[in-house]
């Protein structure tokens, strides 16, 4: 079974740009859920989806987004990039109807804004 | 009430030896408590997880004990070996909520010198 796949592994924007970021989740999962990981935050959970509706939102700026497709892949926009925007993104895909059963992480997407 | 407080932020331990990373909680309305292992550039990887039906979980050289009353849970790691250096993550959810949202600790790094 393939795992949680991120595209793209690295990115490297500019201020004031937006950027997207893909998420495929494990063959059958329905939650997709975003994480933000930076060393001075640690992980901190921007927003799930489940069946294509945002189920829970951190507490974020709206300049990030996201949203689910029906194959439950999931997208998640950063508009209007600052420089504390630089972290690791984690997507964590979880299975079925019954919430909180385990959680699996992909490896992540790198973005760097200068 | 949402934070997991995670300690030590660092160890270091002799191969073969015990580690032992600590969590604490305030929200009593969590139900699920997972670990995580996360490598350098790598994103975090489910350990193990417990309920607070149970007041002790073990799967190979992992063990996590949990204490209701006193809202603290631990992660030992027998026998240490070099290969489990990494940063490792306690986190709680709601179980019986509607999200898969994840509470994470600060993470603590763990060093196994050899």
Redo the contacts between chains.
């Keep these: 079974k393939a795992g949680?796949t991120?595209t793209p592994r690295y990115l490297i924007k500019t201020r004031g740009q937006q950027v997207t970021l893909s998420c495929s989740p494990i063959s059958g999962h329905r939650?997709v859920?975003w994480?933000q990981q930076t060393p001075g935050q640690?992980?901190?959970?921007l927003f799930?989806y489940?069946s294509e509706t945002q189920?829970?939102k951190?507490n974020f700026p709206g300049r990030f987004s996201g949203r689910q497709f029906s194959n439950s892949r999931s997208e998640m926009n950063v508009s209007t990039l600052e420089l504390g925007d630089s972290a690791l993104y984690?997507c964590?895909s979880?299975g079925g109807y019954q919430?909180?059963?385990?959680?699996?992480?992909?490896?992540?997407t790198r973005l760097t804004v200068v | 009430q949402q934070q997991v407080k995670q300690s030590p932020q660092s160890l270091i331990v002799q191969k073969g030896g015990i580690s032992i990373i600590n969590c604490a909680y305030e929200n009593t309305a969590f139900d699920y408590f997972p670990w995580y292992q996360q490598f350098p550039g790598k994103g975090p990887a489910l350990l193990i997880a417990i309920r607070p039906d149970v007041s002790e979980k073990k799967e190979g050289r992992f063990t996590i004990s949990f204490n209701k009353s006193a809202k603290q849970f631990s992660l030992h790691i027998m026998d240490s070996q070099p290969g489990d250096s990494a940063t490792y993550f306690c986190a709680a959810s709601m179980y019986g909520g509607a999200t898969n949202k994840l509470i994470f600790g600060t993470g603590t790094l763990l060093a196994v010198q050899p």
Excluded: I, M, W
């Excluded at chain 1, 640690?42 to 959970?45: C, I, P, R, S, T």
């Excluded at chain 1, 919430?99 to 992540?108: D, S």
């Design positions: 949680v991120q939650s859920s994480y640690g992980l901190q959970f799930e489940f189920r829970n951190g984690l964590a979880s919430v909180n059963t385990e959680a699996f992480f992909g490896q992540g």
